[in-house]
């Protein structure tokens, strides 16, 4: 069965450093995400993107964080200087239409020092 | 800015008995809603969905319920099983026209199902 993978399963990093979260959605989706858990919290929508770009993003997606689809299989989300608070599971997630449901992979889970 | 609630944080139930766990929402633009379990280390897994044109959907041993007046969904799963335990979320979207659809969760309930 198809499934989206995401790479590393931890990443430990100091305090300003960028990390680069992958993902590797599963092949026919089109429609892209990236949610984040902080420890004891929700899982939180960060963006979506669709068709080489950023359908909608939320408050958390600063200026700091972006993301890419470098090419037919890969979809990153970039950190460029990273903060405690930034320390989180992140998941990737897709889908093969805006109202379908979205399969999520395992999560990065990044920890910031 | 709790959109979607699970004011449960947890349930217990017996082996083969129903497990119902319920959602509220706030957001009455919400017309799509999902529950997904998830196990530690694990990303959350998708289970079962209903849009607001209907007030329920079965999926084998899943059901879930929406009363949309009430703005409360509600899963139940029978028989339960002692591999259902872990943590449900339930989730929503509002679709925007030609775009993609966030989710929103819920902070999760944990089920465990006892032998």
Known sequence: EPEVTQTPSHQVTQMGQEVILRCVPISNHLYF???RQILGQKVEFLVSFYNNEISE???IFDDQFSVERPDGSNFTLKIRSTKLEDSAMYFC???DGP???QFFGPGTRLTVL | DQQVKQNSPSLSVQEGRISILNCDYT???FDYFLWYKKYPAEGPTF???ISSIKDKNEDGRFTVFLNKSAKHLSLHIVPSQPGDSA???CAASAPLTGANSKLTFGKGITL???P
């Open chain 1, 57 to 59: 993003k939320s408050e």
């Open chain 2, 87 to 89: 943590v449900y979320f």
């Open chain 2, 47 to 49: 289970l079962i969905s």
């Open chain 1, 33 to 35: 995400y990236w949610y």
């Open chain 2, 27 to 29: 957001n009455s633009m």
């Open chain 1, 99 to 101: 109202l379908n449901e």
């Open chain 1, 93 to 95: 997630a897709s889908s």
């Open chain 2, 112 to 114: 465990s199902v006892r």
